[in-house]
């Protein structure tokens, strides 16, 4: 089962591009990146996943790298409120579960 | 935008009762997952169901069932609580098959304590 590195901790300045890293070597061909926050307390919440492209919706951008072994989850203009640990996740191929691994936590700062 | 209700944040039970944690989706989801979300160990998946009246085993099923009568519902019952159940319970919901690259969807957790 592919597996994810993140740094553990990060911070931003507030207003500047948040850029958080993710390992993911060992991914194979058909299996999707996702993003997810958790803010202190509640539950994890949905940000954007991808294959192979980039992808960018009205919360953040997604870039995959051409091998596919590593991405960057961008928050363009960070706020305090993006405070929260990060994740990224691999779901495993031909099921439906996901592997999550201990994140990153993103303190943005004013 | 995709709504997964938790019955409770907070729950307090306590050792051998029977509990029952309730999720409920407003999205037409086919499939519909229990986690448990423990410091250092992240989330580990307890039971997923694909269909109404299916269900299949996650990471760690024991000491856990689940019931799901109605598509929009997702039970999960500890049969006789014990103190390692204490945990943070989350409920996620998501698109079914032929779709298996949608997101799951997550509520906001019900926080259990077995004493």
């Known amino acids: 089962d592919a597996k994810t590195t993140q740094p553990p901790s990060m911070d931003c300045a507030e207003g500047r591009a948040a850029n958080l890293p993710c390992n993911h070597s060992?991914?194979?061909?058909?299996?999707?990146v996702y993003w997810y926050r958790q803010i202190h307390s509640q539950g994890p919440q949905y940000i954007i996943h991808g294959l192979k492209n980039n992808e960018t919706n009205e919360m953040a951008s997604l870039i995959i790298t051409e091998d596919r072994k590593s991405s960057t989850l961008i928050l363009p203009h960070a706020t305090l409120r993006d405070t929260a640990v990060y994740y990224c996740i691999v779901r495993v191929a031909g099921t439906y579960k996901y592997i999550f691994g201990t994140g990153t936590r993103l303190k943005v700062l004013a | 935008d995709v709504k997964v209700t938790q019955s409770s944040r907070y729950l307090v039970k306590r050792t051998g009762e029977k509990v029952f944690l309730e999720c409920v989706q407003d999205?037409?989801?086919?499939?519909m997952f229990w986690y448990r979300q423990d410091p250092g160990l992240g989330l580990r998946l307890i039971y997923f169901s694909y269909d109404v009246k299916m269900k299949e085993k996650g990471d760690i099923p024991e000491g856990y069932s689940v019931s799901r009568e109605k598509k929009e519902r997702f039970s999960l019952i500890l049969e006789s609580a014990s103190t390692n159940q204490t945990s943070m319970y989350l409920c996620a919901s998501s698109l079914g098959q032929g779709t298996r690259n949608q997101p799951q969807h997550f509520g906001d957790g019900t926080r259990l304590s077995i004493l």
């Open positions: 060992t991914i194979s061909g058909n299996e999707y």
């Open positions: 999205m037409d989801h086919e499939n």
